[in-house]
């Protein structure tokens, strides 16, 4: 693969670093379709299309190497090369740049970005990724991967709904509780040896000694089998019991109790507990 010696553009003309049409043409149609509001991953693609060469033998146009084009000053004039973009057409491509850059505006310390948790689709139960529109911040839309599946909710009526969620539970810690019975969860084996059991007990002989042996195989296997829902439900109730209701969302509260956070078409949620209980705003005003 050739490297390039001088910036695309451009080339060496006896020696001196001339502007090479077919290139130079391609670089103004970069300015102008980025200025004009394409993304740089558009105009890539559109490039790569069209077969546009980068480099002798090289087409791989990517929005690293634009942003480079973009951003480079010698296409006005500097550091000894002629000019290809007018400087006033430069500048409103960099002012394009910086309200685009959604990154100056964000603070990725803000409990939105915290939310350590999946956030899955209602639908089809995939992930759901959040695009904000760092025009109007009240255009934040959660994406499902898998269905495609689009709800458009704020940070800000997320994280309210989240901590409504949050508070009902403090006030009503009861309603987290699980209705598992531990005879539905007994394995094939476990059923097994404690049939065992009832028949050695059936005998009119009974062989204490065997019937121990089979006893404690049975206690083990039920130890090993046990369920950790309740476990996980008392766990659960003791950390939202010993908190306060809530003026604003808990980080530390949230960690520790939600497993992940479910979203509907209606943009209402439910939060998926650590004892798998779902609870949302829908079963919150049917008990109010």
Known sequence: MKLRRVQFGYCY??????VEKSESQIVKEIFDKYIHGNSLLKIADLLNKRHIEYAPDVIGWNKAR??????????????????IIDERIFIKAQDTKNNRNTQKSTNRHSDIYQLNVPIVCAKCGSTMKRKKDSRNADNTKWICQKCGLRVKI?????????????NYIIGNSAVIEQKTLYENNISNE????????????DKPYIDKETVMQKIYELISLKYLEINDTEYNTY??????????????FSMPLFSKT???????????????????????VEQMCKQQ
């Open 13 to 18: 003309i006896y020696g001196k670093i001339s």
């Open 154 to 166: 704020s940070d800000e009526k997320l994280l309210s709904s989240i901590t409504d969620i949050l």
């Open 66 to 83: 634009l942003k480079r084009i973009i951003e480079n000053e010698c296409y006005i004039g500097k550091n000894n090369y002629p000019v």
């Open 258 to 280: 939600v497993r992940s956070i479910k979203i509907y078409t209606t943009k209402e949620i439910k939060l998926i507990l650590k004892n798998n209980k779902e609870i949302g």
């Open 235 to 248: 766990k659960l109730k003791e950390e939202f019991e010993k908190s306060n209701l809530l003026s604003v």
């Open 190 to 201: 476990g059923r097994k040896t404690e049939n065992e059991v009832y028949r050695l007990l």
